[in-house]
């Protein structure tokens, strides 16, 4: 670790089908309220980072020009850092280590995404090599799919448990949602709702994806010395791990998943935290699909592998369990990419510092944050606690 | 302050990037292509480790040596996993249904994804009482060869 990093400030817009502001100004909403919660003016940035998706789904390239005055980085170092879906935990990281260098005591991180503006699926297929993955992938739910079924098969968990474990975990993240102010997907769903939903790539249904949407997160960072002079509550990052896997999806085994696996250990030692069901008092899991959501449970030692249903059955990691996971609602209510990760940083520091509203998990000291990206092959894990 | 509803929706620019790319297969991609031509599948193996890569990999991933060593693989193989796909996305080269799938061919140590056809694949329910894991699979050739991946046609099932 290098030297002491606290998240002093947060934004976020209101997420959603966002065709009342152009994609500039949208940037700006999150960027004002951010400055705003940590208390600073655009003068006090020292460097701005920002990414999103591929290109392609923005229709415009390099993206840090077209906002660059939305993101205060005029006469200022900008950094782009995009890395698919994992991107907001990749700018929180690349933020992080600017500050904990000691070259900056305030770091801006943006992540945005305007999804109803390109095509989802139609980007994500350009993720894929042209000649041998591409032909074969059915947008991001195909390789999801691929990933569950596997998982099921290896572990022997039966279709039926996963079902109804997938069923549960949708249920209960589209009432935490409803709890959420900035979220996009506000509805209620029973565990019929989500059984009998249509299918898009069996055994996934429609209530266990993501929808897309347009949105922005910003993020302040501070040094040590900046954060106890001007933040009351900072959040400290007490830990950062980020992995990624060889390119093509049969090269590496996604039902153990070792980026996830790894990301997350490497988190934990800098946390010094070694039972992470114990330690942690809330995370924010980057969850567009549900069964997916189950994998991640096992990465990052919530429980045994192959035993997530058993565990999300029992309600462990409800709202009212041992450890809640996405009391935002997480990416299956909200999902504009870019920002996805960088939100599940943003929650996880408005937790641990007690600011998270109707969604507070009480008394929560100690949070995970995580973003996965690429055909499933980067993975990056953020810790934030309320002591230094 | 209350917020002023604007009474007119702010219009939207209906508007498409394309872009023509001349991608390069490199001297190895190229080789694996012109193989299938000749109804061989190529794969390359690493001298340290000794794994063999279908798609070829010009040097290793994990070891990063060169892998210099061609050899041919089977044309049979095991399901590791499998997706059956009905829905159309912008771009997608396959017509839905169909089932992806990523097969472990025989003599290699990575799994390859492709497709698996040759039956109706119109109900799900039948093509899961058909397509199971560890199941085992066999190329069909396409006649008309075009050195890309849909020379493999399919994969068919192997009865057993």
């Known amino acids: ?388 | 302050m209350a917020e002023v509803k604007p009474k007119e929706k702010p219009r939207e620019l209906i508007a498409q990037v394309s872009v023509p790319y001349e991608m390069a297969l490199g001297r190895n991609w190229h080789r694996f292509f012109e193989s299938l031509k000749e109804e061989k599948i190529m794969g390359t193996q690493c001298r340290t480790c000794n794994r063999v890569f279908v798609p070829p990999r010009s040097f290793c991933p994990r070891c990063f040596e060169d892998n210099d060593q061609w050899v041919e693989v089977g044309q049979e193989g095991t399901i590791e996993t499998w997706c059956y796909s009905n829905l159309m996305f912008y771009g997608q080269t396959l017509k839905p249904p169909f089932i992806a799938v990523q097969v472990h061919l025989d003599g290699t140590d990575v799994g390859f994804q492709h497709r698996i056809a040759g039956f109706d694949l119109s109900d799900f329910e039948k093509v899961r009482a058909l397509v199971k894991f560890g199941g085992r699979v066999r190329v069909v050739w396409n006649p008309e060869k075009k050195g890309n991946i849909f020379d493999i046609d399919y994969f068919e099932l192997v009865p057993g």
Request: hydrophobic residues 40%.
């Open chain 1, 1 to 388: 670790m290098g030297k002491a990093v606290a998240v002093i400030g947060t934004g976020q817009t209101r997420h959603g089908r966002r065709n009342d502001v152009s994609y500039p100004e949208l940037v700006r909403e999150a960027v004002k309220v951010a400055l705003i919660d940590a208390g600073i003016t655009p003068k006090d940035i020292e460097g701005v980072v920002t990414g999103t998706m591929p290109s392609m789904m923005e229709g415009v390239s390099d993206t840090h020009f077209y906002f660059a005055d939305a993101l205060c980085e005029v006469g200022k170092p900008v950094l782009k850092v995009e890395s698919c879906g994992s991107t907001g935990q990749s700018i929180a990281h690349c933020g992080y280590y600017w500050v904990a260098s000691g070259l900056a005591d305030l770091v801006l991180v943006v992540g945005m995404e305007k999804m109803f503006e390109g095509d989802g699926q139609a980007t994500m297929t350009t993720v894929a090599d042209p000649w041998f993955m591409k032909p074969f992938s059915a947008g991001a739910p195909g390789v999801f799919t691929m990933q569950a079924m596997e998982w099921m098969h290896r572990f022997n968990i039966p279709e039926d448990q996963a079902r109804e474990a997938a069923a549960l975990i949708s249920v209960t993240h589209h009432d935490s949602a409803l709890d959420n102010p900035y979220a996009h997907i506000k509805i209620k769903v029973s565990i019929e709702d989500a059984k009998n939903a249509p299918i898009i790539t069996y055994p996934v249904r429609l209530l266990d994806v993501c929808p897309t949407s347009d949105g922005a997160c910003a993020v302040v960072l501070a040094s040590e010395e900046k954060a106890k002079k001007i933040c009351k509550k900072p959040a400290w990052i007490k830990g950062v791990g980020f992995r990624g896997e060889e390119f093509f999806l049969g090269e590496s085994n996604k039902s153990i998943w070792p980026s996830a696996t790894e990301a997350a250990q490497h988190a934990y030692q800098q946390a010094g935290i070694k039972n992470p069901l114990k330690e942690l008092d809330v995370a924010e899991v980057y969850n567009p699909f549900t069964y997916q959501e189950m994998i991640f449970y096992e990465c990052f030692g919530f429980c045994p592998r192959g035993k997530s249903p058993d565990y999300v059955l029992k309600g462990t990691f409800s709202m009212a369990g041992a450890l809640p996971c996405d009391p935002s609602g997480g990416v299956l209510c909200t999902n504009p990419i870019g920002a996805s990760g960088l939100i599940r940083l943003a929650e996880a520091a408005r937790q641990v510092t007690g600011k998270a509203g109707a969604r507070q998990v009480e008394g929560a000291k100690l949070a995970l944050s995580h973003a996965m990206g690429g055909i499933d092959q980067f993975n990056g894990v953020t810790i934030v606690g309320a002591k230094l």
